[in-house]
């Protein structure tokens, strides 16, 4: 699959006949004795400039005809040096290839490399989406003296099983395209089970505490990476150095994995004219300042600037997510969903599931270079499907402001051992388009964990809650739209098709038809939870969510303030000013903590409570007497 790939990359290279760029090429010596192909971009003029590193596994030879971050082939226009370099084992670099590199090591050493060149000024930015971002982080780890700040696009470092079995079900389209690209993904699919090896991973990949300079994170809503990129920001914001805590941001906007890097207008079937070029300019905003000492107001940006959908607006704040409110919206087994929980008996609807022909992935949070990515129109092929089940809002009479983690909470039964359940969140327009936000998959042999000793099958027709949390999303859902939640027991071949025989997963084997069914009765309340600003309490009951926020007394306060945890159990307080600086943390909390705030001015500040798998945000009030 590597050389089809390699084929079909020199193709496109052949076929350009216009201008292109002529770098120098470069070997960059290694301590091992190997060499790394390198392309080195200098600017015409340019005798000791600083440099944009870009450390690639698709091959350095595409940016001979354009240059990221807006310089195209303009590069005697750039203030930058651009060096641009093949991962070992790839392209120009698979003579270096070694059985584990250690590319963290390697791009130290080009980092030092740069910085004795007598073309360098001794300072260097990295750049870069996906695989360019992670390389990003295992650079910084090291420490390189002559690193300033990073670009990671779509990236965070951690490798975590969740990533690639989210609720114990593998993501068969992602992994086919990691093999597509080249990568081995053999470890990934020997161990479908939470393991020692998967705990190992993720304890040695999740590394803030060891990245010591500026960090641009830039995401997308509609990326498949959310949920690390806004995770991984807030603990470099908690745990990095004190003195480069403060230096970091986070941009969001309406992107796909592929598009957030160059951020185009249209995304998916939707349009986004108002992101159109935000990530280059936010990123050389972020150079300018800190590699060129450049006074262009970067350090007084806020720490998180996030794109809301629905509005189409950019706004701000110090912490990611903002103060959220529930806004529980019930099912019922009429299709409609509102904010009125059932008071029926015995309410449910069946659910048939076929892996033969399962419910087909159109759009979302996908990889695989074939697929659709973005937003697109479920109502064609999947809602149309007598496999789905959906659920829509009345027309909305006002807004519904929405940011965070959306969770849906279904009582569900199978006649089968074992099953999946799948949800699909969508924005059902005016003209009936019911355009797909974010999806989410549960496979039920894992409701009681991921281990293998975790794993129990399903009683024939015996009810069982489950949860699914969506990723992280800004959207207002617009007065004269529908809030629609489209319930599957498939989305293929985003995730894989449970064969509902309750043997070992992942084999070949018989496939038996499901009759699965979801339940909205008295006792067996099935709803999805949005996180919602306060501005929408209008519409409906929106309530703060006491299930996540402690209570806080006295608020206002002028000298100590009391935090009741109540029925949660937090395990860390941190309390932040304004600007999004952490004022005080209280890393063991108890039952009712106390926190003096008599040196504190009077104003606003933040709350941030950490659960072990949340975090919630609260107003406090300072006011001096």
């Known amino acids: 699959m590597k050389k089809i790939y390699t084929l079909y990359l020199f193709l496109i290279l052949s076929s350009f006949s216009y201008a292109q760029l002529n770098p120098m090429v470069d070997s960059i010596p290694m301590s091992d004795g190997k060499k790394l192909a390198a392309d080195v971009y200098i600017p015409s003029g340019c005798s000791s400039c600083p440099t944009i590193l870009i450390q690639t596994p698709y091959n350095r030879l595409l940016y001979h005809f354009s240059l990221p971050l ?11 040096i651009f060096v641009i370099v093949d991962w070992r084992c790839f392209y120009g670099s698979a003579a270096a290839c070694v059985a584990t590199p250690d590319r963290g090591q390697d791009g130290y050493e080009v980092v030092q490399w740069i910085t004795s060149q007598s073309w360098s000024n001794g300072k260097v930015g990295t750049w870069g989406p996906s695989a360019l971002g992670g390389i990003q982080f295992q650079t910084a780890k090291k420490h390189p003296s002559g690193l300033i700040c990073s670009a990671p696009i779509v990236a965070s470092p ?20 990691l093999a597509a690209l080249g990568y081995s993904t053999a470890a990934i699919l020997a161990f479908p089970y939470y393991n020692t090896g998967w705990q190992v991973a993720e304890v040695n990949s999740d590394y803030p505490d060891s990245i010591n300079v500026p960090c641009l994170m830039i995401g ?6 959310t949920v690390s990129v806004v995770d991984f920001f807030s603990e470099l914001r908690q745990q990095s150095p004190l003195g480069v805590r403060d230096e970091h941001r986070l941009l969001m906007g309406p992107w796909t ?16 004219p108002e992101a159109q070029g935000w990530s280059d300019s936010l990123c050389m905003l972020f150079f300018d300042y800190h590699i060129r000492n450049i006074n262009n107001g970067w350090n007084n940006t806020p720490y998180v600037t996030y794109f809301q959908m629905g509005e189409n607006t950019w706004q701000n704040n110090a912490v990611w997510p903002p103060i959220n409110y529930s806004y529980k919206l019930y099912m019922h087994s009429t299709g409609a969903m509102d904010n009125n929980a059932p008071t029926v008996s015995n309410d449910q609807l069946g659910l048939g599931y076929d892996p033969r022909d399962p419910s087909p992935t159109v759009g979302g949070a996908t990889l695989r270079m074939d697929l659709q990515q973005g937003p697109y129109d479920q109502a064609p092929v999947v809602e149309s499907r007598t496999d789905a089940r959906k659920f829509t809002t009345a027309v909305l009479a006002s807004d519904v402001r929405v940011h965070g983690r959306p969770t849906a909470y279904l009582f569900v039964s199978s006649d089968k051992l074992d099953t999946d359940f799948s949800i699909r969140l969508t924005d059902v327009y005016p003209d009936n388009r019911s355009m797909l936000l974010s999806d989410g998959i549960f496979r039920m042999r894992f409701r009681n964990g991921f281990t293998t000793n975790d794993t129990a099958f399903m009683a024939p027709n015996q009810i069982y809650p489950i949860t699914i949390q969506l990723p992280d999303v800004a959207i207002t859902f617009k007065a004269g739209h529908r809030i629609r939640l489209d319930i599957t027991s498939s989305n293929y071949p985003r995730y894989d098709c449970n064969l509902n025989n309750g043997l070992q997963m992942y084999v070949a084997g018989d496939t038996l038809v499901a009759i699965n069914n979801l339940y909205f009765d008295n006792l067996h309340s099935s709803y999805i939870n949005l996180p919602v600003s306060d501005s929408t309490t209008s519409v409906a009951e929106s309530i703060p969510d006491t299930e996540m926020n402690p209570d806080v007394f006295p608020n206002p306060a002028s000298d100590v303030i009391e935090i009741i945890s109540g029925n949660i159990s937090p395990q860390l ?46 107003k406090i009030v300072i006011m001096k007497k």
């Open 220 to 225: 997308g809503w509609y990326d498949h990476n």
């Open 573 to 618: 307080f941190e309390l932040y000013d304004i600007s999004g600086k952490i004022i005080v943390t209280v890393n063991e909390p108890k039952p009712i903590t106390r926190m003096d705030v008599r040196n504190l001015i009077s104003g606003i500040y933040f709350l941030k409570t950490y659960m072990q798998n949340s975090a919630s945000v609260s």
């Open 70 to 80: 807006g310089v195209g082939l303009n590069l005697n226009a750039s203030n930058y």
């Open 158 to 177: 951690v490798t975590s099983y969740f990533d690639y079995y989210p609720n114990g079900d593998l993501r068969t389209e992602y992994v086919q395209q």
């Open 257 to 272: 994995h592929n598009a957030a890097s160059s951020a185009p207008v249209n995304v998916g079937a939707l349009s986004y």
